[in-house]
């Protein structure tokens, strides 16, 4: 069955700097997410990714978070300096569509920043 | 402000009983609300979705119901199993846009052999 990979599974980092999260959506999907949850909360949502443009943000996706489908398979989000507080289990998500269709997880990648 | 309010926040019972979880929602517009099992450490996974004109929705063991006048969701469990035990978050979709959705906080369930 396919299933939406994430890598790495944990990333440790030093604050400042740069990181890049990696995906690989299932690969008929045209409709891509981010969240976050940090340890304890809700899950939140970051941004939505359709057609090679980001179709939403929340408040929470400000100008230190990108992201980017650099090739017909990954799908990456970047935090170019990070802050301690961005320390949370970061997930991706596809979807073939809108509406009711379903959106499939990754197993997530845990930040750490130190 | 759109929320997703979930109760009890945590629940113990033993093996083989069954337990109904609750969820109430201020979102809108709505498109439709879903039940997702997540395991400590792991992403998500989609137990059911219902849109407003669903009333109930089954998955094995799992139905969800949905009251879209008053706002309100349950699932219910039947005859648990140790397998059972996780977070189970209520998520309510937004219409109009690109699936954008509302997490409650999840009620973590614990099954007791």
């Known amino acids: 069955e396919p299933e939406v990979t994430q890598t790495p599974s944990h990333q440790v980092t030093q604050m400042g700097q740069e990181v890049i999260l990696r995906c690989v959506p299932i690969s008929n999907h045209l409709y891509f997410y981010w969240y976050r949850q940090i340890l304890g909360q809700k899950v939140e949502f970051l941004v939505s990714f359709y057609n090679n443009e980001i179709s939403e943000k929340s408040e929470i996706f400000d100008d230190q978070f990108s992201v980017e489908r650099p090739d017909g398979s990954n799908f990456t989000l970047k935090i170019r300096s990070t802050k301690l507080e961005d320390s949370a289990m970061y997930f991706c998500a596809s979807s073939s569509g809108t509406g009711s269709y379903e959106q499939y997880f990754g197993p997530g990648t845990r930040l750490t920043v130190t | 402000k759109n929320q997703v309010e979930q109760s009890p926040q945590s629940l113990i019972i033993l093996e083989g009983k069954n337990c109904t979880l609750q969820c109430n929602y201020t979102v809108s517009p709505f498109s439709n609300l879903r039940w997702y099992k997540q395991d400590t450490g792991r992403g998500p996974v989609s137990l059911t979705i219902?849109?407003?004109?669903?009333n109930t929705k089954s998955n094995g063991r799992y139905t969800a119901t949905l009251d879209a006048d008053t706002k309100q969701s349950s699932l219910h469990i039947t005859a648990s199993q140790l397998s059972d035990s996780a977070s189970y978050i209520c998520?309510?979709?937004?219409?109009?846009?690109?699936?954008?959705?509302?997490f409650g906080a999840g009620t973590r369930l614990a099954v007791h052999p």
């Open positions: 998520v309510v979709s937004v219409s109009g846009g690109y699936n954008k959705l509302i």
């Open positions: 219902m849109t407003f004109s669903e």
